[in-house]
Each structure stands twice: as structure tokens, then as C-alpha cells.
């Protein structure tokens, strides 16, 4: 059982004033995004590094040994 029980105070708030208080305060993080923060804009950048084209080279060289120019495959 808890010792007191807490306090509620009911308040009028004007639609005028509500407005005044919700522009003044900063949205939450969640909804605002990651552009205030240095992390944020090491992620949009790359977030934006992902959208360009992408080339990638592969080279392979491969020697059946020094036995000879027979390939044997082992099945």
C-alpha cells in the first residue's frame, strides 16, 4: 500500500496558450530525426553516400598447379 497518494491539480489551459507552449518546446528526438546531433549528420551523410551508383571491380586468378594444363575436377 503506498503512504500517500499523489497530487492532481486540475488546470484550464486556453487553446492560444497550449499553441504558445507547444511552438516554444522542441519536438521529441523521435520525430524531429538525427539532423541536430553530430551522429545524426554522420548519418545523413551516409544515408546520402548510399543513394549514388555503385561500381565494384572482382578479379580472380586461379592455376590448375604445376603438374601440367589439365583441369581435374574432383566430383
Known amino acids: 500500500m503506498p503512504a500517500d497518494t ?17 511552438l516554444k518546446k522542441p519536438a521529441r ?9 553530430k551522429t545524426g549528420n554522420w548519418i545523413i551523410s551516409y544515408a ?3 543513394m549514388l551508383p555503385q561500381l565494384d571491380l572482382r578479379a580472380q586468378y586461379w ?4 603438374s601440367g594444363d589439365r583441369i581435374l575436377y574432383l566430383e
Open 6 to 22: 499523489p497530487g492532481f491539480v486540475k488546470r484550464e489551459v486556453s487553446l492560444d496558450e497550449a499553441l504558445a507552449v507547444a
Open 29 to 37: 528526438p523521435a520525430i524531429v530525426g538525427p539532423w541536430g546531433s
Open 48 to 50: 546520402k553516400n548510399q
Open 63 to 66: 592455376s590448375p598447379g604445376l
